[in-house]
């Protein structure tokens, strides 16, 4: 089927076939492009830092009114006292992904809440010595699981274990991933890997891998930085142990916002778990007894050290109200729109291009049921550079991955196709193309 190219055809789907989903309560950032008849910049970098909802403002400034004006009695007294951020943020976090409320808890930021679900989790034996990630992890991930295989005595360049797709192929193919986790499955004690790989856009299968990872006898985990807000997600009924993600990418909840904690139900109010504690950790009824012996919660807030940060939990729940309005079956099913239609737009530049030895394709799978929004470009030039050139020359923003790749995410909370279309006619005559 012949794609209609033209600015005209996006135009018509934004405003007649398929209008945005809540672009109006986001502040969209103004185009750096003078004279542009675009007033606001195509912003396709929501796997990155999601846009600031116009709501969060006014929310923050009541917790400074609330600090002014009350004092340490803002804990207990006011319109929203501080106390009830944690139950406030529980239920619509839950939904995200797919969880029982008393399975997540919200707090720290991702990389500690990584290293705190590993004390947990990662148990090695004698004999089941190893982590399993994927060899493309984001890297903080990587030095991550490293230094907990590093700090109980064994050698992190043997006992993790990590996944490369095949000679040729970026992403992991689900069936290479369960053979290897058989191959060696006396000796895997855990398996994390991100749900949506950061660099490839590739939707892992959760709930096949989750099973192979049990029937080994090792715990799953997941890093769902790229996926919380982006994918559906069934984190519950897939069985998974354990899960961490953060809250500024899909979930708008600002910059170096919160994370969120998944731990399953059958794991909750377990003696036996091994876990960092503080005075988070202990039951309300009886945080204040001062006891130098925890007494901890049944719930995944078991795992929680610290009084709940207020300035940036604030922002998150705003966030939060907003996707819990929307649901994510509307959300994902925008998000197939978007980035279909993106990848529909690519491959008629990437053609016009080859015409002049000037190759790109997209390293994200095709099959919707195993990518997210996120579309990822190898291109033939420096991505950092080409990056900057679609944002000072076109008004386009995304984001790049050393060596070659650009990444397009059209997050349907506030991306129209309007801005797809820019991002390819962009890309098109950034590298010497005719556009579209």
Same mark, same amino acid.
């Given at each position: 089927?012949?794609?209609?190219?033209?600015?005209?055809?996006?135009?018509?789907?934004?405003?007649?076939?398929?209008?945005?989903?809540?672009?109006?309560?986001?502040?969209?950032?103004?185009?750096?492009?003078?004279?542009?008849?675009?007033?606001?910049?195509?912003?396709?970098?929501?796997?990155?830092?999601?846009?600031?909802p116009?709501?969060?403002?006014?929310?923050?400034?009541?917790?400074?009114?609330? *600090?002014?004006?009350?004092?340490?009695?803002?804990?207990?007294h006011?319109?929203?006292?501080?106390?009830?951020?944690?139950?406030?943020?529980?239920?619509?976090?839950?939904?995200?992904?797919?969880?029982?409320?008393?399975?997540?808890?919200?707090?720290?930021?991702?990389?500690?809440?990584?290293?705190?679900?590993?004390?947990?989790?990662?148990?090695?034996?004698?004999?089941?010595?190893?982590?399993?990630?994927?060899d493309?992890?984001?890297?903080s991930?990587?030095?991550?699981v490293?230094?907990?295989?590093?700090?109980?005595?064994?050698?992190?360049?043997?006992?993790?274990l990590?996944?490369?797709?095949?000679?040729?192929?970026?992403?992991?193919?689900t069936?290479?991933?369960?053979?290897?986790?058989?191959?060696?499955?006396d000796s895997?004690?855990?398996?994390?890997?991100?749900?949506?790989?950061?660099?490839?856009?590739?939707?892992?299968?959760?709930?096949?891998?989750?099973?192979?990872?049990?029937?080994?006898?090792?715990?799953?985990?997941?890093?769902?930085?790229?996926?919380?807000?982006?994918?559906?997600?069934?984190?519950?009924? *897939?069985?998974?142990?354990?899960?961490?993600?953060?809250?500024?990418?899909?979930?708008?909840?600002?910059p170096?916002?919160?994370?969120?904690?998944?731990?399953?139900?059958?794991?909750?109010?377990n003696?036996?778990?091994?876990?960092?504690?503080?005075?988070?950790?202990?039951?309300?009824?009886?945080?204040?007894?001062?006891?130098?012996?925890?007494?901890?919660?049944?719930?995944?807030?078991a *795992?929680?050290?610290?009084?709940?940060?207020?300035?940036?939990?604030?922002?998150?729940?705003?966030?939060?109200?907003?996707?819990?309005?929307?649901?994510?079956?509307?959300?994902?099913?925008?998000?197939?729109?978007?980035?279909?239609?993106?990848?529909?737009?690519?491959?008629?530049?990437?053609?016009d291009?080859?015409?002049?030895?000037?190759?790109?394709?997209?390293?994200?799978?095709?099959?919707?049921?195993?990518?997210g929004?996120?579309?990822?470009?190898?291109?033939?030039?420096?991505?950092?550079?080409?990056?900057?050139?679609?944002?000072?020359?076109?008004?386009?923003?995304?984001?790049a991955?050393?060596?070659?790749?650009?990444?397009?995410?059209?997050?349907?909370?506030?991306?129209?196709f309007?801005?797809?279309?820019?991002?390819?006619?962009?890309?098109?005559?950034?590298?010497?193309?005719?556009?579209?």
């Open positions: 089927m012949t794609i209609d190219t033209s600015r005209a055809a996006a135009l018509h789907r934004d405003q007649v076939t398929h209008p945005p989903i809540r672009r109006d309560q986001f502040h969209l950032m103004p185009n750096p492009v003078e004279h542009s008849d675009d007033p606001y910049v195509s912003y396709l970098v929501g796997n990155s830092l999601g846009l600031l116009r709501e969060t403002r006014a929310r923050m400034n009541a917790d400074l009114d609330a *600090w002014e004006k009350l004092g340490v009695r803002g804990h207990s006011g319109d929203q006292p501080w106390m009830a951020y944690p139950d406030r943020l529980t239920g619509p976090t839950a939904r995200v992904v797919g969880a029982l409320d008393e399975e997540v808890v919200v707090m720290n930021t991702l990389t500690v809440n990584l290293h705190m679900l590993l004390t947990t989790f990662y148990r090695p034996t004698a004999t089941r010595t190893k982590i399993v990630i994927e493309y992890a984001f890297s991930d990587s030095y991550a490293r230094s907990h295989v590093r700090s109980r005595g064994f050698d992190p360049d043997t006992d993790v990590r996944l490369t797709p095949r000679p040729g192929e970026d992403t992991l193919r069936d290479d991933v369960i053979a290897t986790l058989r191959e060696h499955g895997i004690a855990t398996v994390m890997l991100g749900a949506v790989n950061y660099l490839s856009g590739e939707f892992m299968d959760v709930p096949a891998i989750t099973a192979a990872t049990h029937e080994i006898g090792a715990t799953s985990g997941w890093d769902l930085a790229h996926a919380a807000g982006n994918v559906p997600l069934q984190l519950h009924d *897939w069985d998974v142990d354990f899960a961490a993600w953060c809250s500024y990418k899909y979930l708008n909840a600002g170096g916002s919160a994370s969120s904690v998944f731990i399953h139900q059958r794991h909750l109010g003696p036996d778990l091994v876990r960092l504690e503080g005075w988070w950790t202990n039951k309300p009824q009886t945080r204040f007894t001062m006891s130098p012996v925890c007494d901890p919660l049944d719930t995944a807030a *795992w929680a050290v610290s009084c709940t940060p207020v300035f940036i939990v604030s922002p998150a729940l705003v966030a939060l109200e907003i996707f819990d309005e929307v649901g994510m079956d509307a959300l994902r099913a925008r998000s197939v729109e978007l980035s279909t239609y993106l990848l529909e737009l690519l491959d008629v530049i990437a053609q291009l080859a015409t002049q030895s000037v190759n790109i394709t997209a390293i994200t799978p095709r099959d919707p049921a195993h990518r929004t996120q579309i990822s470009i190898r291109v033939p030039v420096e991505p950092f550079a080409l990056i900057e050139q679609l944002y000072n020359d076109y008004g386009v923003l995304g984001d991955r050393t060596p070659d790749i650009i990444r397009f995410a059209p997050a349907p909370m506030y991306c129209t309007l801005d797809v279309w820019r991002g390819m006619d962009a890309l098109s005559r950034a590298l010497g193309g005719p556009g579209l």
